[in-house]
């Protein structure tokens, strides 16, 4: 990639490569609250990124020479961005306030929005007082989501995140993947007459949804039989209306969203019905508003202090000057274990692109690999390669002032733990520390941590619905700002269609017995051991 703010970025990081953080830290006393943000109920310190002032202020340049306000605007607009589909990208609208106008081709779709949500809590409320019965008149007391990729993950995610929130009497099942194995296991201690299914699906079409819906259906109708006992025991939650009357739910039991809401950007949107059953329309609202607060925030505050603006390109500066082709997110909390997962979707599918909206080839790095594990559980498995390894992995630490379990002093060792693990990347332990222990020369290089890993941490108060909702839009909107820096669509996801079709067709040869195969001799070789050793 190459332009005036880019080149001054790539001179400076040649200046400023071999700093390290003990002597940014050693110059400015203030340094650790000089590059610390705090809005929307977030603390964000990222003093212990390897930055400068200049630094950020030559980042704000590369943002202004890529007109992010601009684009920003553009997104709140209702602009068709994503450009290869041909679709505007709001996710803001579905957390837009009732009083907001959000316009999509000249049309208002907070109204739409808005009544969709009333649904969906009347729903929910009935669902959570036990006077919506399944068909035999006895009480839902289990609620099973069928979906994937976005339709699973935020689901999964934000019922796992917000579990101090939800009605407990009420039991909650997440299948995804197309291995039986998935449906077999969520279903096997459940009472059909018990259970409602929630068949999640942008379009509708998708194979692995379609066959565990239809593999439920088959389920609870061996128990209730009767066709009938659908209407009580499968909802909908689709842009789709025709195939989800074709597979036989009453669209009265649906509820819709549109084109222009991304599966990954989709968790506040109907799709979200496990959710709001989990923690009520009050918790959902909640979750909403703290959305909302991220949402105003990315689009009015100016860059210097506009966290998803910072974090986003933090991003491109350790990636693509550093090298740096991973983040790690390390939640200090156990109820965000799958946040590191939904965000593997979220940052993954957007930005792992390799041309420009123009459609030639990108020339930096694009998206990051994103993965982590909850704290303090990563520190006993890959945090060694972090401390010690060669690869440069920046890290996400996300904590909390409050747990929703005080249990004698776990979560001041917790906390303890993130707070040490964010000072022993930055500093590290030089070799003459560890002499000093009186450690023996020949163990002074395996026991000497190098330190100058940059690691950002995001503390808030508690992991309310509000705060969750705040977090999951920082991330979308930093995505967002990555995909502007490299210029690239972060709403489209061509990359996951080869795989689907190859699928399909040898999906029907191992089922044949011996039509030719037609694929190289690796597949053709693969297949026909499967095909003659299958169950
Ligand atoms: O993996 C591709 C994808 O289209 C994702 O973007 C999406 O979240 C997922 O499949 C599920 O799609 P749907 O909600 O249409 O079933």
């Keep these: 990639m190459s332009s005036r703010a880019w080149e001054a970025l790539k001179q400076h990081h040649a200046e400023v490569k071999d700093v390290h953080l003990r002597e940014l830290f050693a110059k400015d006393e203030g340094r650790g609250t000089r590059f610390a ?19 950020l202020e030559l980042l704000f340049s590369l943002a202004a020479e890529r007109a992010l306000g601009q684009r920003i605007e553009a997104m709140f607009k209702g602009e068709r961005i994503n450009i290869t589909e041909d679709r505007a990208v709001l996710h803001v609208a579905l957390r837009a306030p009732k009083t907001a106008t959000i316009s999509v081709d000249g049309v208002n779709v907070v109204p739409q929005v808005h009544a969709v949500l009333g649904r969906m809590g009347e729903f929910a409320e009935r669902v959570r007082s036990g006077r919506w019965l399944g068909y035999t008149g006895k009480r839902i007391k289990n609620v099973v989501n069928i979906g994937i990729g976005g339709s699973d993950l935020g689901p999964v995610m934000a019922y796992e995140a917000l579990r101090a929130y939800t009605q407990r009497d009420l039991t909650f099942r997440f299948v995804s993947n197309v291995d039986g194995t998935d449906l077999a296991e969520a279903t096997r201690d459940l009472d059909a007459a018990e259970t409602l299914f929630i068949v999640a699906s942008k379009t509708f079409t998708t194979q692995e949804t379609m066959m565990n819906a239809a593999s439920a259906r088959a389920w609870s109708l061996a128990s209730l039989k009767d066709d009938a006992s659908v209407a009580k025991h499968f909802v909908a939650v689709s842009t789709n209306e025709a195939e989800v009357k074709k597979f036989g739910i009453d669209p009265a039991n649906m509820f819709g969203f549109w084109d222009w809401v991304g599966g990954r950007y989709s968790m506040e949107s109907a799709i979200g019905l496990s959710t709001m059953l989990a923690v009520g329309p009050s918790g959902f609202a909640q979750l909403l508003q703290g959305f909302h607060t991220m949402d105003e925030h990315f689009r009015s505050t100016p860059f210097e202090k506009n966290l998803p603006v910072l974090m986003g390109l933090l991003g491109v500066w350790n990636s693509d000057f550093f090298g740096a082709h991973t983040l790690a997110v390390l939640p200090y909390d156990q109820y965000l274990k799958r946040f590191p997962a939904y965000l593997q979707q979220l940052t993954m599918e957007s930005n ?9 080839d990108v020339k930096a790095g694009t998206g990051a690999v994103y993965w982590g594990e909850p704290g303090t559980n990563g520190q006993h498995s890959f945090y060694q390669l972090i401390h010690q390894g060669t690869r440069l992995v920046p890290c996400d630490f996300v904590g909390f002032m409050k747990s929703h379990n005080p249990l004698g002093n776990h979560h001041d060792v917790l906390m303890a733990n993130l707070f040490a693990q964010g000072e022993a990347l930055a500093f590290g332990k030089t070799a003459e520390q560890v002499r000093a222990e ?21 503390l808030a108060e508690r992991l309310d ?11 979308e909107h930093a995505t967002y700002t990555q995909s502007v820096i490299w210029d690239i669509n972060a709403f489209d996801q061509w990359g996951v269609e080869l795989g689907k079709v190859l699928a399909k067709r040898i999906g029907s040869e191992l089922e044949a017995t011996d039509p030719k195969l037609e694929h190289d001799s690796s597949t053709n070789a693969l297949v026909k051991r499967y095909r003659s050793r299958r169950g």
């Design 37 to 55: 943000v705090e809005a929307c109920g977030l603390y964000v310190d990222f003093s212990k990124q390897r930055i400068t002032s200049r630094t």
């Design 352 to 360: 792992g692109k390799r041309v420009t909206l123009g459609g030639a």
């Design 438 to 458: 009186g450690v023996a020369e020949k163990l002074v290089p395996h026991r000497t941590f190098p330190g100058n890993r940059p690691s950002t941490t995001i």
């Design 465 to 475: 619905p509000a705060t969750l909702g705040t977090l999951v839009a920082l991330y």
